[in-house]
């Protein structure tokens, strides 16, 4: 079983709001990942980091940013939430480029 | 561009069946397949990695093959539950790059009925 939680699982928050969704593997991986998903839709890559203090956007464009200060954390930032940032965001990381990925359970953000 | 396809894309079956699901890819330069589950509003449950020199990998009722030459890649369930329902999706690893960007299929949505 992976060691990847992220906090917190439910958040709704009123448009404007600076929200931070966090991240956290106790594998030692130096991978990360941050994904978008849509309900019923696919996954869509916005983030990466290979190690501490590197951080890359994905192939989807966004708002938002990371940063990778240590190993096991990679938080995700939304300086000013829109409706249009409601989605699922699932974190996850790897041992070594292209290895097996392991998703944390993800965090559901509605903005009103 | 790599195109991931998952047929179909939802299947029903009762409790006991043996079944298949089945992912296309376009491209046959790939680096390793993955397969996972997903329930709703969850996160991604990694099931079975296929590197790219391997043609199949088992766990317990699960089994995953991999034909590169034909583009294709099932998953094999055997006698399923109920506990197996859920949406399923293959995703590759391409050559190219350094980073674990996967390419997601279209995900099987299987449902097992008691």
């Known amino acids: 079983e992976a060691d990847i939680y992220q906090t917190p699982r439910y958040l709704v928050i009123g448009t404007g709001k600076k929200i931070t969704l966090e991240c956290s593997q106790t594998?030692?991986?130096?991978?990360m990942y941050w994904y978008q998903q849509d309900p019923g839709m696919e996954l869509h890559l916005i983030h990466y980091?290979?190690?501490?203090?590197?951080?890359e956007k994905g192939d989807l464009s966004s708002e938002s940013t990371v940063s990778r200060i240590r190993t096991e954390h990679f938080p995700l930032t939304l300086e000013s939430a829109r409706p249009s940032h409601t989605s699922q965001y699932l974190c996850?990381?790897?041992?070594?480029?292209?290895?097996?990925?392991?998703f944390g359970e993800g965090s559901r953000l509605t903005v009103l | 561009k790599q195109e991931v396809t998952q047929i179909p894309a939802a299947l029903s079956v009762p409790e006991g069946e043996n079944l298949v699901l089945n992912c296309s890819f376009t491209?046959?330069?790939?680096?390793?397949l993955q397969w996972f589950r997903q329930d709703p509003g969850k996160g991604l449950t990694s099931l079975l990695l296929?590197?790219?020199?391997?043609r199949e990998q088992t766990s317990g009722r699960l089994n995953a093959s991999l034909d590169k030459s034909s583009g294709r890649s099932t998953l094999y369930i055997a006698a399923s539950q109920p506990g197996d329902s859920a949406t399923y999706l293959c995703?590759?690893?391409?050559?190219?790059?350094?980073?674990?960007?996967?390419?997601f299929g279209t995900g099987t949505r299987l449902q097992v009925t008691l």
């Open positions: 996850a990381s790897s041992e070594y480029s292209k290895g097996e990925l392991f």
């Open positions: 594998m030692g991986h130096d991978k």
């Open positions: 980091s290979y190690g501490v203090n590197s951080t």
């Open positions: 491209d046959s330069a790939i680096y390793n």
């Open positions: 296929i590197q790219s020199s391997q």
């Open positions: 995703a590759l690893t391409e050559p190219t790059g350094t980073a674990s960007k996967l390419t």
